[in-house]
């Protein structure tokens, strides 16, 4: 192995180290942070959003992204919904949102996340043969109570250039609950100005080399920008999917032309031209 190499793997792994540690310092400090308001015993449910919202923007500064609103984003009641980039999506999300997350029931037994899950209030799905209905009516009744909930419609991560297709059985529980649909959307954006290739994790990439990915990034920043909300009154659930989705797919074009290099937008339209022209051929 050459000098310049090995010098270079030894800072990677100096950088890699370092992040963890944080990431480990950022862990410990929330639990002794849900400890201390009793929030293993019985999430206090009404003022926990703003200690998640601290645990979350160190969480995500561990890995070294910088997290930026746009644009203010409200501390308002609803069905919160975002597109979905990374597994670095829930600490940025929940930085600017005062909503729980939801979470497959299992994962509340997981050793130390578990626990964090737990303290965090994350509502915890219970699900039965694949049953989408029961979980929005789960969701539905949270949302009744008074506390907002978020989750990903497009039910998969993507590369953060585009909106995927909309998956709007969860948002019956808006409809049922009638509360507001509050859409956001995140870019993932490098000191230069162009979108991240190593946040996004999609397609055949695992855990493992997503995580080595993000912890050798520099100088990351995740812009989220808030969107107009959507009232489902009056709507049903198909009429509230393609309104949801036309609002996500302009406010990503918008929250892109505000924050990339013109060099980049210029890109991002050329390789929509060229998937277009594929798709039709």
């Known amino acids: 192995m050459s000098q310049s190499k ?3 793997s030894l800072r990677q792994q100096f950088g890699r180290g370092k992040q963890i540690a944080g990431m480990t310092t950022t862990i410990a400090g929330g639990l002794r942070a849900a400890q201390r308001i009793g929030a293993f015993r019985q999430p206090p449910r009404e003022t926990l959003p703003r200690y998640i919202q601290t645990f979350c923007r160190k969480m995500a500064g561990s890995f070294g992204v910088k997290v930026i609103a746009v644009e203010r984003v409200e501390q308002h009641h609803g069905l919160w919904v975002s597109n979905h980039v990374s597994w670095m999506d829930i600490p940025v999300v929940g930085t600017l949102s005062p909503a729980f997350f939801l979470s497959k029931a299992e994962i509340g037994d997981w050793p130390v996340f578990g626990k964090l899950a737990h303290a965090a209030g994350t509502v915890f799905i219970e699900r039965g043969s694949g049953d989408s209905g029961s979980v929005a009516a789960q969701i539905a009744n949270f949302l009744s109570k008074g506390f907002s909930v978020i989750f990903f419609p497009e039910a998969t991560t993507t590369d953060g250039k585009k909106i995927k297709r909309i998956h709007g059985t969860l948002l019956q529980a808006a409809i049922d609950a009638d509360v507001p649909v509050r859409p956001l959307v995140i870019a993932y954006v490098n000191k230069d100005g162009t979108l ?37 009154k009056g709507l049903n659930k198909s009429e509230l999917t393609n309104i949801l989705q036309a609002r996500m797919q302009e406010g990503l074009a918008e929250l892109h032309s505000r924050v990339l290099t013109k060099a980049s937008q210029e ?15």
């Open 267 to 281: 890109k991002l339209v050329q390789e929509k031209l060229a998937q277009e022209k594929v798709s039709k051929a």
């Open 6 to 8: 090995s010098g270079f």
């Open 196 to 232: 991240s290739e190593e946040l996004p994790y999609y397609g055949k990439l695992t855990m493992k080399d997503s995580l080595k990915k993000v912890l050798d990034s520099k100088d990351v920043t995740a812009y989220v920008l808030p969107l107009e909300s959507i009232d489902p």
